[in-house]
């Protein structure tokens, strides 16, 4: 088991006895179930969850896109209004965690959406209780408060303490039932969050604690996990998107994320995948900071330095060397590993990414200062 401050991860598969501890001991009668529209019953949860569900009252929700939109949200809202539930069990990807904990922060507030997304105001989670058992291991989004949502094109992400569910469930038979390309994104999602908590300019001592253990982890299993289903490896990826999911509550994900986004809504890429499209050609652009565009109060030598420990995790000699190692591991993952094999080929689609991608508060996470220009001469270099 993992221990977070207030949430308890669980990785032995025999550990969801303690479900029906916990729904038990706070008296859950009234469950409101979120899950994938076919995950469910394909990863075996249903089998698993059916003698600990039996006898409460359940109102399952699975009818929303892959990357939740502000429709959806309010569409759930208002069938479940009528509903009681004291506890949301959330059995998914992270998309499908993202939208419990969506249910759980305004299902008594739905006026208030518009609101918050435009952060006038604060989100005001309900009190019913959270828990999670993710398919996929990678989001880390069972370690995290923050959940996201699309308004059309546009991404928001709402942070709240509340909505770090109360316990998860990483259980090895479910994360094994993920179908190999879903698996290899999750895989590289978890990579690339340890990755960019790591760089971070938000890091600290115990962020980057997390996060290097999660990049070791997540190079050293990410292949077997997924090529080779083996049951020691899937564990340990799990084992390490919770810490990568734990190490970017602590520092937010940075320029590769941002970006990431406007791939995933406009060409639909995966989410993992498109980060990991992003991360090399941005790990190579960091590198090379310099006075002028220094975002990290620890300065120029510092960004170089991490840069340098990060490569170093990948037992690769210099960025360059592990930028490229990186990009092979995509392709051994079984995934295009460059935009215009993944069929973003030219400068139109480029500025769409742009225009929807450069989110300032993200982009400025990064050690690095991005320009808008910056960004066009590393979309045309990842595009190679
Ligand atoms: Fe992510």
Same mark, same amino acid.
């Given at each position: ?107 008594? !507030? ?6 918050? /997304?435009? %952060? ?7 009190? *019913? =209780? &959270?828990? #999670? ?33 109360? !316990? ?6 479910? /994360?094994? %039932? ?7 994104? *999750? =895989? &590289?999602? #978890? ?33 077997? !996990? ?17 810490? *990568? ?140």
């Amino acid at each position: 088991m993992l221990e977070l401050k207030n949430c308890n991860v669980f990785l032995d598969e025999d550990s969801l006895g303690e479900l029906g501890a916990m729904l038990d001991a706070d008296k859950h009668h009234s469950i409101l179930l979120v899950t994938g529209s076919a995950s469910y019953e394909a990863s075996g949860a249903r089998l698993l969850l059916a003698p600990l569900l039996e006898g409460r009252e359940v109102t399952r929700v699975f009818d929303f896109q892959t990357n939740p939109q502000k429709s959806d949200l309010c569409r759930i809202l208002d069938e479940i209004s009528g509903i009681n539930f004291s506890a949301i069990i959330a059995v998914g990807g992270g998309s499908v965690i993202d939208v419990a904990k969506l249910i759980k922060c305004f299902r008594q !507030a739905s006026d208030q959406i518009d609101k918050v /997304l435009c %952060s006038d105001r604060e989100a005001k989670p309900s009190s *019913a =209780a &959270l828990f #999670a058992l993710p398919t996929t291991a990678g989001s880390g989004s069972e370690a995290t408060q923050f959940a996201v949502l699309y308004d059309g094109a546009v991404k928001h992400s709402i942070a709240h303490p509340k909505l770090l569910p109360d !316990a998860a469930w990483l259980l090895p038979s479910i /994360l094994s %039932s993920v179908p190999r390309d879903i698996a290899a994104a *999750a =895989a &590289l999602d #978890a990579f690339c969050q340890g990755v960019e908590s790591y760089w971070s300019i938000h890091s600290t001592d115990e962020s980057k604690n997390l996060a290097r253990r999660a990049i070791c982890l997540t190079w050293e299993f990410m292949l077997p !996990a997924v090529i080779d289903h083996d049951k020691a490896a899937i564990r340990e990826m799990a084992k390490a998107a919770c810490l *990568a999911g734990m190490a970017i509550n602590l520092t937010k994900t940075t320029a590769p994320h941002a970006l990431s986004y406007a791939l995933t809504i406009h060409f639909g890429l995966m989410h993992g995948h498109a980060v990991g499209l992003m991360l090399p050609d941005i790990y190579k652009y960091n590198e090379a900071v310099g006075n002028e565009d220094v975002l990290d109060h620890r300065g120029v030598e510092y960004v170089r330095r991490v840069m340098t420990e990060i490569a170093m995790m990948l037992s690769c000699s210099s960025v360059t060397d592990a930028a490229e190692a990186i990009r092979e591991r995509i392709k051994n993952l079984g995934l295009p590993n460059s935009l215009s094999a993944a069929g973003i080929t030219n400068k139109k689609q480029h500025e769409l990414i742009i225009k929807d991608g450069f989110n300032p508060d993200r982009v400025n996470n990064n050690p690095r200062k991005l320009s808008i220009q910056g960004l066009h001469s590393i979309l045309a270099v990842t595009s190679k």
